[in-house]
């Protein structure tokens, strides 16, 4: 392969999100070459954050929406000093993060149809898709001789088994409105069950993984593949997280609204946006300060620590009877990869299972890959940073073919 086909060969990795933007460019051989984000799109001052190796360009940028975002991103691409590329046909796919893609199983090239079946979940990721939709509108435009492939959050869980994904409601709910469990983070779960089974030294281990960060899911993992997931038809299902409830009694709703006059929009805002770590704690969805607070005696901060825990301790539980055998355990995502504290906390109850933490190891194993199970724990516990845009790119690549 020669110089020139070489710089055919970058793959361009973007997630757009309700007021940012993030973006990584990769060589064929997966290695980052730069990565940015512009944030605050749409407010006074927006900033973008640019790095290239150890280096880190900063800025205030006037951004008023997505596609001025877009804008300055291809801009820092093609700049002679912070750029990765001398033209646009260097790159050869862009990927874009889709968070709700239903029942696709497979990466997907932007088109129109597919455009319009991911706009038809917009109602259930109202957080996400229609910012995802948008970049992927707005980068067509922008690079409309590029393939373009969207990449779902919901793909690694079209495995799970009938019994796992499907409601206890009528067959014909599922049938004629397609409603069941679709789960969310599943490259984040895929990447980190793929770096697992290399630290383990194992084809194909029996996992539970943890996403746990402002978003958390609990996922099984058998043999490759997603048998069960605690996110459900919405990323509002499951385990108590930074903003979200997890799992309620849905009677809640009819109550509040009959009994008390709450809205159904209001009562969903709150479900997503108010309640949580950031409901119970009355502080922050951030566990560093919600934990440092608890340090000084802050009760409702404790009771967030508690509840949080708790939860994730029950789904682990859980799906050790999924699995059978579990061989690892393993922590992912900002709270996971950075929290001692928290692991300490949900491994005190995983005692039952045969998972015991070492305490010196897990106190070290901040923001790194590491394990940190004691000596003659039954279950392995590791910590591993995810990487879903690197997970994202070779899944880009492999849509093409190159």
Same mark, same amino acid.
């Given at each position: ?30 290695? $980052? ?5 512009? $944030?605050?799109?749409?407010?006074? $001052? ?25 804008? %300055?991103?291809?801009?820092? %691409? ?11 046909? $260097? ?121 746990l960060g402002a978003g958390s899911s609990i996922t099984a993992i058998k043999d490759g593949k997603s048998i069960d997931t605690s996110m459900g038809m919405t990323p509002l299902e499951g385990v108590m997280m930074g903003t979200r409830t997890g ?30 770590? %950031? ?25 967030? %620590? ?97």
């Amino acid at each position: 392969m020669g110089k020139e086909d070489e710089k055919m060969k970058k793959i361009l990795m973007l997630n757009c999100g309700s007021s940012s933007i993030k973006y990584r460019l990769f060589d064929s051989a997966f290695r $980052e070459i730069l990565s940015g984000k512009v $944030e605050r799109i749409g407010e006074k $001052e927006s900033e973008i954050v640019h790095s290239k190796g150890s280096r880190v360009y900063r800025a205030k940028v006037k951004s008023n929406n997505h596609k001025e975002a877009i804008a %300055l991103m291809i801009r820092m %691409l093609h700049d002679k000093e912070w750029g990765g590329i001398r033209n646009v046909a $260097e790159i050869s796919v862009i990927g874009h993060r889709a968070v709700h893609g239903g029942q696709m199983a497979k990466t997907s090239l932007v088109s129109g149809a597919a455009l319009d079946y991911l706009k038809s979940f917009e109602m259930l990721a109202p957080l996400h898709n229609p910012h995802n939709i948008e970049g992927m509108k707005e980068m067509k435009k922008a690079m409309p001789n590029v393939p373009q492939v969207m990449i779902f959050d919901t793909a690694f869980h079209q495995t799970m088994p009938r019994k796992a994904y499907m409601y206890g409601l009528p067959y014909s709910f599922f049938d004629k409105y397609a409603v069941r469990r679709y789960g969310f983070h599943g490259t984040s779960h895929k990447y980190v069950s793929l770096r697992a089974a290399e630290m383990l030294r194992m084809k194909k281990p029996n996992l539970i993984t943890c996403h746990l960060g402002a978003g958390s899911s609990i996922t099984a993992i058998k043999d490759g593949k997603s048998i069960d997931t605690s996110m459900g038809m919405t990323p509002l299902e499951g385990v108590m997280m930074g903003t979200r409830t997890g799992d309620i009694d849905p009677s809640i709703v009819q109550y509040l609204v009959n009994k008390y006059g709450f809205g159904y929009d209001d009562l969903f805002d709150i479900m997503n946006n108010k309640s949580g770590l %950031l409901g119970i704690s009355g502080t922050s969805k951030d566990i560093r300060i919600i934990e440092g607070k608890a340090k000084k005696g802050n009760e409702r901060c404790e009771l967030a %620590l508690e509840m949080f825990s708790y939860r994730v301790s029950k789904y682990i539980g859980a799906y050790a009877v999924a699995l059978g055998r579990v061989d690892a355990i393993v922590f992912t995502a900002g709270i996971g990869e950075n929290s001692p504290s928290m692991r300490k906390r949900i491994c005190s109850n995983l005692g039952i299972i045969g998972a015991r933490l070492d305490p010196r190891k897990n106190t070290k194993a901040i923001g790194k890959e590491a394990d940190v199970s004691a000596k003659g724990s039954k279950i392995r516990i590791l910590v591993i940073p995810t990487d879903e845009e690197l997970m994202m790119a070779k899944e880009a690549a492999a849509a093409i073919g190159k």
